[in-house]
């Protein structure tokens, strides 16, 4: 077990990415049950196997740590209680607005239950592991990074309207207004909805927190972010194959797997950016991916959607030079030291609220 631990610390990257989709893809079963099926028991296996990402990061996390146990465990519990009532919340909103699912006794009974592993993935950002702690974090901290949470809001989603207008001059889209819902209080609330179960089920706590919390700080002490969000892209992508499968998308296409490639990768440039601008942030990652998916939810995409992506992409990458490795000290790049006893051990770089921004 010795020797596993000390390769899991030296192979944190490697590690992450088997476990993830060790966890997701063995799971992914329930997923494609409830989906094809209407077998809604499973729901519990497949909330496990979406935050895989999130679980192999705390899993990883704890299993490095090398610090004691600080705290008691009032604080950890206080935030699952609180993350497991929200998030039902949001869940049974979700099946009754947007899903227009009956909900019985049963079907509420079930959601109680399938929501832990989120629950438990919020909650780890108050654990007593000093690792899983200073990693999990940024999940739950909007102090210093308030006005990124807005870009994040509404940066993807502009990009994604603006793809309209652009396709509708250059007459590729005739029927520009006919796509578009009428715009009411009902339609506010729904997006409002939508939104909060993709940030709670999917993007933040079952993702992000894997991509760009815990693989990209490790990433960027070794290579640049434009490297980093390459690499995360590829991955990112690829992990949802199970999923996309049971949707009934053409996963055994090339043409299918170029354009989602694509996609994620020019979106992983954006997010990475915001993310690193927000001193390394789960939160505001989580926030631009949900915002993304939730306008995706109720507009189709655009026609010259990949031009806009790529041009804002471009503009990010010469703005910031991401081709350029970040301080070492930022606060987004994860750090490796040695012990007095000489032993490896891990630990997070936290730095004052002002940070260190980007060249």
């Known amino acids: 077990m010795h020797k596993l631990i000390n390769w899991i610390r030296r192979h944190q990257i490697v590690a992450f990415y088997i476990l993830t989709f060790a966890i997701s893809w063995s799971l992914a079963f329930s997923y494609d049950a409830i989906v094809n099926r209407d077998q809604f028991l499973l729901a519990p296996i497949a909330f496990v196997s979406i935050c895989g990402p999130g679980l192999a990061g705390i899993i990883l996390s704890g299993v490095t740590n090398t610090q004691p146990n600080q705290g008691s465990r009032k604080a950890f519990w206080i935030a699952f209680l609180a993350a497991w009532f929200v998030s039902a919340l949001v869940y049974l909103a979700n099946s009754k607005f947007i899903e227009q699912i009956p909900l019985s006794p049963a079907m509420v009974g079930i959601i109680i239950i399938a929501v832990i592993p989120v629950a438990f993935v919020i909650a780890s950002a108050y654990s007593r592991n000093p690792s899983v702690r200073n990693y999990m974090a940024s999940l739950v901290r909007l102090r210093g990074v308030w006005g990124w949470c807005f870009v994040a809001l509404v940066l993807l989603p502009a990009l994604f309207l603006i793809s309209f207008p652009i396709s509708a001059t250059l007459g590729k889209q005739p029927e520009l207004l006919n796509?578009?819902?009428?715009?009411?209080?009902?339609?506010?609330?729904?997006?409002?909805?939508?939104?909060?179960?993709?940030?709670?089920?999917?993007?933040?706590?079952?993702?992000?927190?894997?991509?760009?919390?815990?693989?990209?700080?490790?990433?960027?002490?070794?290579?640049?972010?434009?490297?980093?969000?390459?690499?995360?892209?590829?991955?990112?992508?690829?992990?949802?194959?199970?999923?996309?499968?049971?949707?009934?998308?053409?996963?055994?296409?090339?043409?299918?797997?170029?354009?989602?490639?694509?996609?994620?990768?020019?979106a992983s440039f954006l997010i990475v950016w915001m993310s690193n601008r927000a001193k390394g942030s789960i939160l505001v990652a989580g926030i631009a991916h949900a915002a993304m998916n939730t306008v995706q939810a109720f507009v189709p995409n655009g026609n010259f959607l990949f031009p806009v992506l790529s041009v804002a992409a471009l503009l990010v990458i010469l703005a910031d030079r991401m081709w350029k490795k970040l301080p070492s000290d930022h606060q987004a790049v994860y750090q490796a030291q040695d012990t007095a006893a000489g032993k490896p051990a891990v630990r997070m770089v936290q730095l004052n609220e002002k940070g260190t921004q980007l060249t």
């Open 179 to 266: 796509q578009f819902p009428e715009i009411s209080l009902s339609l506010l609330g729904l997006i409002a909805v939508k939104f909060l179960y993709q940030l709670f089920f999917f993007n933040a706590t079952g993702e992000e927190t894997g991509w760009r919390g815990f693989v990209l700080p490790r990433l960027q002490t070794r290579t640049s972010p434009l490297i980093a969000a390459l690499i995360i892209g590829f991955f990112w992508a690829s992990w949802h194959f199970f999923f996309w499968r049971s949707d009934g998308s053409p996963v055994l296409t090339m043409e299918f797997w170029i354009e989602m490639w694509t996609a994620h990768i020019l």
